[in-house]
């Protein structure tokens, strides 16, 4: 690169805004605390992750909730008003009233356990009313549309199981870790849940 097309570049840079100090021959440095703003962004990549961003404080834990809508205030911090409509005003909405508290306080509890390999102990209500108590290794958590489903390997069955966590009640977590290993893993379950998919 020839220093002709550097200081093309840096007056290109000041005259779209960006703070540069210096001059030809000496240096430039951009002013602290400057963070150049996500102008990568598409119409339809602010849609995505305003819709993203809906799902995640409707349907997720609080904490996550208050995380993503953080997230959303950075991002339109740093774009022009005109992109800033993309985000706020999306015909795409995602109703926050569908998740109970209960829900709410099952998922960060069991997200919390999922990151740290932590066992829980929790009582299961079936859709038959039928009450049993488990221990579980909460592999992951996943979204089925509307409701969230836990994969965990379950002490009482010895076995993979799925419970909705919305079916879930008075769930602990234990002191005591557990250690994935090679078919008690969440890779293990996704294989067994996939095959029983494919078998239907």
Known sequence: M???????????????GIPIDGEA?????LRDGYRLP?????????????LGAQMVRAWS???LGEVTSSAIRKIESVLPPSLKYEIRESPLQVPR???????????EVLRLCVDEK???????????????KRT????????????????????????FRSFRVDLLQDIVPANELFEPSAGRDAAAYMAQQACRFEGH
């Open 2 to 16: 020839s220093p002709r097309t550097v200081y093309r570049d840096i007056g290109d840079l000041v005259g779209s």
């Open 25 to 29: 021959g000496v240096g430039y440095l």
């Open 38 to 50: 996500p102008l990568m962004f598409t119409r339809e990549e602010l849609v995505a992750l305003g």
């Open 61 to 63: 834990d609080r904490a």
């Open 97 to 107: 009233f569908m998740a109970s508290e209960q829900l709410r306080d099952n998922l």
């Open 118 to 132: 932590r066992k829980v102990v929790a009582s299961y209500v079936s859709l038959q009313d039928e009450r049993t």
């Open 136 to 159: 579980l290794w909460p592999l992951l958590l996943y979204f089925w549309g509307n409701k969230w489903t836990v994969g965990a390997w379950c002490e009482l069955r010895e076995d």
